[in-house]
């Protein structure tokens, strides 16, 4: 555990309809930081998976949050200010309301980066599965031309429309399948809806503009197939982003293995660390 302190429960928003409930995030701060310093420090926003639809803000998913990595410590303990964050999820309301919560959460710490010595032009998204979509939708779709400074996107949906048919042969979930956690999300039959699928997908923002990425799959994932980060990287290449493309073999969702061992999870975690020191110019 980092010696930094750690504030839970703040309330960043309210979501946007009647019997509104707080989003919430938590923030978790590098120890000997000097609140009265002029140091800025930079800021990582995570958003966490569950298909839309369950998952907590604390969660990086039952089966990774058994390694006991402690990511948010560990980036804490990297010199970096962090913030894990709610989003409604599609029981509440469809897309975007997601990313408009996921943005809602990084425009609070820009408004309120003097108070915790955060440096705006240093912020930075990262998530994992949805919440690797929805960190990938951040970073795609500036407001008011204030775009993050790069994205870490863990096994992220990108592209919903062709989701279903990249699916693995012994995939658990497919986007096709009737009910399933993207139609969910967006309200509708994907294959009947083309739009909405575009519309809630990264791949259709991607341009010049985009930040750095890191993607991170497994090649042996059962829900999210790898080739939906291998498309994104695709297209950002070919837009001429900077975007690197991490495969780790045989690792399934949250880096199950079949081992059982967190290899792969620790795998992940250090290039991410690494990515964000290197994009702040920590490292």
């Known amino acids: 555990m980092t010696d930094g302190e750690a504030l839970k429960g703040i309330e960043f928003a309210r979501s946007g309809h009647e019997g509104s409930r707080p989003l919430l995030l938590d923030l978790y701060l590098p120890g000997g930081w000097d609140h009265a310093s002029d140091q800025r420090l930079p800021a990582v926003v995570h958003f966490h998976g569950g298909g839309w639809r369950v998952g907590e803000r604390s969660s990086l998913g039952p089966v990774c949050d058994k390694f006991g990595l402690d990511p948010f410590d560990v980036l804490a303990e990297a010199g970096f200010v962090v913030a894990s964050a709610d989003y409604r999820l599609s029981s509440e309301a469809h897309y975007p309301a997601q990313l408009h919560d996921a943005q809602a959460a990084v425009q609070w710490l820009r408004n309120n980066a003097g108070e915790y010595g955060i440096d705006p032009a240093r912020i930075y998204v990262w998530g994992d599965s949805a919440g690797g979509h929805l960190a990938s939708l951040v970073g795609l779709t500036a407001v008011d031309g204030e775009a993050v400074a790069g994205v870490v996107a863990w096994y992220p949906p990108t592209d919903l429309l062709h989701m279903g048919e990249q699916a693995l042969p012994h995939a658990v979930a497919r986007a096709s399948d009737p009910g399933s956690r993207e139609e969910l999300l ?9 739009d909405l699928a575009a519309a809630a997908s990264p791949i259709s923002y991607v341009g010049p503009d985009a930040p750095p990425f890191l993607l991170i ?8 197939p790898a080739a939906q980060s291998e498309s994104l990287a695709s297209e950002l290449a070919k837009a001429g982003a900077d975007v690197e493309l991490l495969l780790i073999d045989g690792a399934d969702h949250m880096w199950s293995t079949a081992d059982g061992g967190s290899a792969a999870a620790e795998k992940a975690l250090a290039a991410t660390v690494s990515f964000f020191r290197t994009q702040a110019a920590l490292a």
């Open 186 to 194: 967006v309200g509708a039959v994907l294959a009947d809806n083309p």
């Open 217 to 224: 799959h497994g090649t042996a994932d059962r829900f999210v």
